[in-house]
């Protein structure tokens, strides 16, 4: 499972899951509608594509894509290269279009999540270390802190970066200060 960021207000602009479902029948094959929403589909050497917009407005994404001998055969087969071609192809324009973002952006915005992610556990780091050490800290500050932690890691589990280091900011804030 993939998740990518999606440009601000563009869920709704595409009309949430069910407009995601018609975005998708624009370049995959098999299109079908999901009971929550989105879409199941296939193309090329994409064997099965499944997407839908997430509540907290993230694109997740399933995609299996052919491999060892079926994928050997498929690129053997008339016209296989082209169509893997295409394959590649639709699913950039789907990605760009689902998103509101070029592959570029999109590989920005996955860099600048995962710093997020890893600030957010490095300040979870340096607060249990500053707590251990501390012989002045009041136990009452001590379990704030473990409080935020907990919140910190719950965002994290939930995916969402930013709200997981804003959380260990303050957290931050809190032990050493």
Known sequence: MERFEVKRGLVKTNGGNAGLAKLGSQYFDDVSSGVDGGFTASF????????????????????????????????????????????RKRWSGFLDDATGY???????????????????????????????????????????????????????????GTRALSLSEKLSKLVEG
């Open 102 to 160: 070029n592959s570029k952006q999109r590989g920005d915005k996955a860099k600048e999540a995962g710093k997020k992610i890893s600030k957010a556990k490095s300040n979870i780091r340096l607060a249990l270390k500053m707590i251990e050490m501390s012989s002045s800290m009041t136990q009452e500050t001590k379990e704030e802190a473990h409080v935020l932690i907990a919140e910190v890691e719950q965002k994290l589990e939930e995916g969402n």
């Open 44 to 87: 090329g050497i994409l064997s099965k594509v499944e997407a839908n917009y997430s509540e907290d407005g993230k694109l997740d994404v399933d995609v299996e894509q052919m491999k060892g001998q079926e994928l050997d055969a498929f690129l053997n087969s008339d016209g296989g290269r082209e169509l893997a071609m295409e394959s």
